[in-house]
């Protein structure tokens, strides 16, 4: 029913940027929390970036600094750039409506940060 589409990964090197994009098949404004995630090989699933609500923003610890998270009508972005080989994951899209009665997720994107 809903759809996260979720283009820009890829190898990067360190010290390099990257944009991700997500674009939705619904409104954003149709949803309470947007954002990022990532997940790392033999690691649980962490905050990059979210938007909660008309712009509440948060980003996790080890991205701050380093990230940003922009909202369009139907899209999610995130920019990182200073990037770090820790920062190599997969790289979810997220929506969710109030209360999580309705969560959605895109496919995962390949980041990899090497040299």
């Known amino acids: 029913q809903v759809q996260l589409v979720e283009s820009g990964g890829g190898l990067v090197q360190p010290g390099g940027s990257l944009r991700l994009s997500c674009a939705t098949s619904r409104s954003t404004s149709s949803f309470f929390r947007v954002g990022w995630y990532r997940q790392a090989p033999g690691k649980d699933r962490e905050l990059v970036a979210r938007i909660t609500g008309a712009a509440n923003i948060d980003y996790g610890d080890v991205v701050k600094g380093r990230a940003s998270i922009a909202r369009g009508s139907a899209s999610v972005d995130l920019t990182m750039h200073s990037l770090k080989p820790e920062d190599t994951a997969v790289y979810y899209c997220?929506?969710?409506?109030?209360?999580?009665?309705?969560?959605?997720w895109g496919q995962g994107t390949q980041v990899t940060v090497s040299s």
């Open positions: 997220f929506a969710g409506t109030r209360g999580n009665v309705e969560n959605y």
